[in-house]
């Protein structure tokens, strides 16, 4: 049964020695314990089953890049596209030498020049207040849940030392590729990064993607099908092309140790564990959903 798989996994988890490392670049981050697993599975049939630390919040950051995403999709359509690419890359999340060579284009929606873009884009006839209140009006409806809140000393600490995220704003603004000022914009997308969430409300957010919300359709079924493409070639920075072939579904990371992923048609899973392996992904959150994968036959590229 799944639940009984699920809770030995995470007993599992919670035994292994090479956890990652967390992500020290951001000073609330550091002080996370890397001593944390959780798993949460929302399935076609409405249930649930979550293990582990699955009611601890902890920062989606990049996780945050799919609802933006969504959003950006929605108001813009392909006029998003304009700006931003849709191809994976092979240089890390936060690569500025990518946007030279693609003269201020970001490669794709996930990498973070590219959210920074859309994030940008928006801030189109809204304030900064409007546009989070918009993304986390979204993010809420996703996962049926108003308790899901932006943490704020986490925003404010990426915005002082995010260095590497002001050079790359700088760049798109000096590529004509940024309509508001540089701190605006960031401003936003670090508040964005910033939102808090536990591994069950991240899995229930992640049901739009897998088709198991009908009663809410928050976007067209287009979009949705875009969505999961770029999660699938893009969703893992430069270890994409590695988690697609040891997983086999569309997931989107982010450094906070979250991953969600969606098996279409099936189940919305969410995992969280603050290491990271040398990508910027989850080490434990990976090796779960790979492990949910073999033993489900979930990845999409399995010959039914
Ligand atoms: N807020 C982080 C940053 O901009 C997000 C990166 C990530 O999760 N990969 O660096």
Redo the contacts with the bound molecule.
Sequence with gaps: MLSDFLTDLAARMAAVPERGAVADY?PELARIDPNQFAVSVCLADGTQISHGDADVPFSI??VSKVFALALGLGRFADNLWIRVGREPSSNA??SVVDLELEMGKPRNPFV?AGAIVVTDALLTARSPREALAEMLRFVRAAAGDDHIYIDEELAKS?NLT?HR?WSLAYFLKSSDNLTHECDLTLGTY?HQ?AIEMTCTQLARAGRFLAGLDTKHELISRNNVRSINALMMTCGHYDGSGEFAYRVGFPGKS???GGIMAVVPGIASIAVWSPGLNRY?NSQLGTIALEEISDALNWSVFDVK
Aim: aromatic share 14%; glycine share 26%.
């Design positions: 951001i950051q990049s999340f936060n973070n990426e995010g995220n670090f990064c982010g450094v906070g910027g």
